[in-house]
């Protein structure tokens, strides 16, 4: 007998696994500029203070800039999606009413 929570999990489990799956390069591609800025400042640590001081104000204008720049396609991607899906539902929608239209003109 399956329980509702075997069903509730299962249907959780593969939820997690899509979001996981579309959120892995998201998470692998900020770890790499944040490893950057890591390793930036391990190189540049034996000139001085005043070398990672620079690094780090380089790091932190970079780290803004490419954030913003995600944010921006983020809202880019979303509006576009949002545009296709209409487009597609519109599409549809005239497709339906040619098949009624079709259907209403041949004789049964």
Request: aromatic fraction near 4%; charge should be positive; include cysteine.
């Amino acid at each position: 007998m399956i329980t509702t929570n075997c069903v509730r999990g299962f249907a959780l489990s593969s939820t997690l696994k899509r979001v996981l799956s579309l959120a892995g390069p998201m998470v692998a591609s900020e770890l790499g500029l944040v490893t950057m800025g890591i390793v930036d400042t391990l190189v540049v640590g034996r000139i001085g203070p005043e070398a990672i001081g620079a690094v780090g104000l380089g790091n932190i204008l970079f780290l803004t800039v490419a954030i913003f720049g995600m944010g921006l396609l983020l809202a880019t991607w979303i509006t576009r999606t949002r545009s296709l899906d209409h487009r597609a539902r519109a599409s549809l929608a005239v497709d339906s009413r040619r098949d009624h239209d079709r259907e209403s003109v041949t004789p049964a």
